[in-house]
């Protein structure tokens, strides 16, 4: 493993600012099931609140890694889903999850 | 890939605990190399004060990712060396800092 200490930590710093917030993981997991509306992606996280889930939504699109979509109705659709950004993310997230759900005692 | 919402974010969010701190990933990297006593350590992990290396290390400690050894002397020498826990976070750790250097804009 080669190690650049400046720039990793710069890197993980900045990771860790919007995915050290809870819920951003599992809304990032949850879209990996397709682009969806507000509602049913409230429905299928469950157990966040809306204010919670809109707050999270605004910061992943500042970050890149969630499309925020309108079609033009009517009725007008606003839908999420992830960007390649997004997608790319997932595979570390998943391990890193799975890593701490056996090394970490709950 | 399976998602259980609370599970995983549960578990997430205890690893976001330490790792979110800065300096925990490269600390963590350099240890890799076999153990250390602190002053080689804060010289490698270059820019890094010494009371913020001493807290980070008893984070990870606490944690169960790093081992501290006291060899007994005279002199006493002290060491830090990675648990197995911490070696089987590493290659989660570099996934993430490789996403974050190519998507995160610096």
Redesign the interface.
Known sequence: ?V?E????????????DF??K??S??IL??L??GAVGFAELAR????ISDSVLSDRLVELQG???VIRSVEPGPPVGVTYALSP?GS?????????????????P?
């Open positions: 493993m190690v200490p400046t720039a990793c930590d710069a890197a993980l710093a900045r990771a860790f995915l050290g809870r819920w993981g599992v997991a949850t990996t099931h299928r996280v469950e157990g970050a890149g890694l950004s790319a993310l997932l595979p570390a997230l998943q391990e890193l999850t799975t890593w701490a759900a056996t090394n970490l709950g």
